[in-house]
């Protein structure tokens, strides 16, 4: 199969790779600017063991559509990394609802702020793909990712007000032009439902010209070829392919990647503010932190900006908040900036990143957990236990009653703690974590030091190749594979 024209002048690079740490590693070719997370993507996207090219992948679906000039756009799309369809299209199926995603962060433009005509044009090529991939779909399902990643690179912190303004008119400016796209198909096709009268996006917006074009776009009363157009949805690998950070409208928990460096969209929002990583070392010495985190009432506060314009939403973040009455007392809220530190170790030679946020008196609020170097399910379920944690410090939970609870746990990894003189061994990466809390936040060096029934045994077992959680991989060489792992994006 011959390449198509457009991938001429593209600048490639192959390498081994699998779709995942288990998967054998197979030939896969996408452009030399792409990460390794990138080409795992594809290579789990597109199945089978055989060598697999990005252009030869895209062609196959893009030439079933049967339409050159559609194929230009949605080539030009996805070598800019602005967006790309649904795993299901890649592989030749018609979904019944199909789904398209559009990375934000890529649209963002230095000297406008965000690239308006470009969106239009990627939201209309996008319906129109869909609608000749799956012709029988009543919805489509276009959605959009890592918006904390475009708020970044407009200095914009994710929590602030102007941030629920610019996601709301981009919101409401991927459904006016998604049901402008629809209504030209209907004029050809036929007409299946009619748009319905939506709110009225915000009239001013911290991006220029932003919220009078989604004000613009906005037209009741047209004669539309689908039923519903957008939709905010799980991550998928289409994403990873995208170097998508932050799926959806979700903020980044934190601001390293997976290699334990500053992400992307932190250095984003550092040069947005013409800070140097020397000038947040500094502020971190003084007590200032300049790279706080957004929480789940921010992401809550997002959620709800967007939803009016936005047919299918994920479950709003602060539903699976613990509420005041359940907790026993109200939420104790962390000052916007506040103290805290960062601890690197290692635990059984995997390395962690234990990130803490402090409230005015010194108190312990809120805790982080990255784990750079895991598979993506160990890494979603440590930080989701953290963001339960941390939801529980500022309900009244008293620190003393999780370190009771979670010191002494045993399950690997486990064994000797390095990059932490206070903690010598651990059982767990929770026993380290709360182990590590006890002595910098209660003063407490009483905790027996973990080993035995714990560390050791937990060791013993991985040594003998019993995997010591559902995605642990006992051999050097998946270990060499889970670098080259997917950075999790969530909802």
């Given at each position: 199969m011959t390449t198509h024209r457009d991938w001429q002048g593209v600048r490639m690079r192959r390498l081994w790779i699998g779709a995942d740490p288990d998967a054998p590693p197979r030939q896969v070719t996408v452009p030399a600017a792409w990460d390794d997370s990138a080409a795992a993507a594809l290579a789990a996207l597109m199945p089978g063991e055989r060598p697999v090219s990005l252009?030869?992948?895209?062609?196959?679906?893009?030439?079933?559509?049967?339409?050159?000039?559609?194929?230009?756009?949605?080539?030009r799309l996805l070598l800019l990394r602005r967006?790309?369809?649904?795993?299901?299209?890649?592989?030749?199926?018609?979904?019944?609802?199909?789904?398209?995603?559009?990375n934000l962060a890529a649209f963002h433009d230095p000297a406008s702020g965000f690239d308006l005509a470009g969106f239009a044009e990627a939201v209309e090529t996008a319906v129109l793909a869909l609608s000749r991939a799956a012709p029988a779909a009543l919805r489509l399902r276009i959605g959009l990712a890592d918006l904390a990643?475009?708020?970044?690179?407009?200095?914009?912190?994710?929590?602030?007000?102007?941030?629920?303004?610019?996601?709301?008119?981009?919101?409401a400016l991927l459904r006016g032009r998604a049901e402008a796209a629809s209504a030209m198909l209907a004029e050809r096709d036929g007409a299946r439902a009619t748009a319905v009268a939506w709110?009225?996006?915000?009239?001013?917006?911290?991006?220029?010209?932003?919220?009078?074009?989604?004000r613009e776009a906005r037209r009741p009363g047209l004669e539309l070829r689908h039923a519903a157009l957008t939709a905010i949805g799980d991550a998928d690998l289409p994403d990873a392919l995208l170097g998508v950070e932050?799926?959806?409208?979700?903020?980044?928990?934190?601001?390293?990647?997976?290699?334990?460096?500053?992400?992307?969209?932190?250095?984003?929002?550092?040069?947005?503010?013409?800070?140097?990583?020397?000038?947040?070392?500094?502020?971190?010495?003084?007590?200032?932190?300049?790279?706080?985190?957004?929480?789940?009432?921010?992401?809550a506060a997002i959620h709800d900006a967007v939803a009016p314009w936005i047919s299918v939403m994920p479950v709003r973040p602060m539903e699976r908040a613990v509420s005041p009455a359940a907790a026993g007392s109200p939420r104790r809220e962390l000052p916007p900036r506040r103290a805290g530190y960062?601890?690197?170790?290692?635990?059984?030679?995997?390395?962690?990143?234990?990130?803490?946020?402090?409230?005015?008196?010194?108190?312990?609020?809120?805790?982080?957990v990255a784990l750079p170097k895991e598979a993506p399910m160990m890494r979603g379920l440590m930080e989701s236990f953290a963001i339960a944690v941390s939801l529980g410090l500022q309900h009244g939970v008293p620190l003393e009653a999780f370190v009771d609870a979670f010191t002494g746990t045993n399950f690997g990894p486990a064994g000797v703690v390095e990059g932490d003189p206070d903690?010598?061994?651990?059982?767990?990466?929770?026993?380290?974590?709360?182990?590590?809390?006890?002595?910098?936040?209660?003063?407490?060096?009483?905790?027996?030091?973990?080993?035995?029934?714990?560390?050791?045994?937990?060791?013993?077992?991985?040594?003998?190749?019993?995997?010591?959680?559902?995605?642990?991989?006992?051999?050097?060489?998946?270990?060499?594979?889970?670098?080259?792992?997917?950075?999790?994006?969530?909802?």
């Open positions: 252009a030869k992948a895209a062609d196959g679906w893009v030439g079933r559509l049967a339409d050159p000039a559609l194929g230009e756009r949605l080539r967006g790309a369809p649904e795993a299901a299209i890649w592989r030749g199926e018609a979904p019944a609802e199909p789904g398209f995603v559009l990643g475009l708020l970044a690179a407009l200095g914009m912190d994710y929590g602030d007000m102007a941030a629920r303004g610019v996601a709301a008119c981009i919101a709110s009225v996006p915000p009239a001013f917006c911290a991006v220029p010209a932003l919220a009078k074009a989604a932050t799926g959806g409208i979700a903020p980044a928990f934190s601001p390293f990647d997976q290699e334990g460096g500053l992400s992307r969209a932190t250095r984003a929002w550092l040069a947005a503010h013409s800070l140097s990583a020397d000038a947040v070392l500094a502020a971190l010495l003084r007590g200032e932190n300049r790279l706080a985190v957004a929480d789940a009432a921010a992401h960062t601890q690197k170790a290692s635990v059984g030679g995997r390395k962690l990143f234990l990130k803490t946020g402090e409230y005015a008196d010194g108190t312990l609020g809120e805790v982080f903690v010598r061994r651990a059982g767990s990466l929770l026993d380290y974590m709360f182990r590590h809390l006890a002595v910098h936040y209660l003063g407490r060096t009483d905790l027996p030091d973990a080993a035995g029934e714990t560390a050791d045994r937990a060791e013993e077992r991985a040594a003998a190749g019993s995997p010591l959680l559902p995605l642990e991989l006992p051999t050097e060489a998946s270990a060499r594979q889970r670098r080259r792992g997917f950075r999790l994006v969530g909802r």
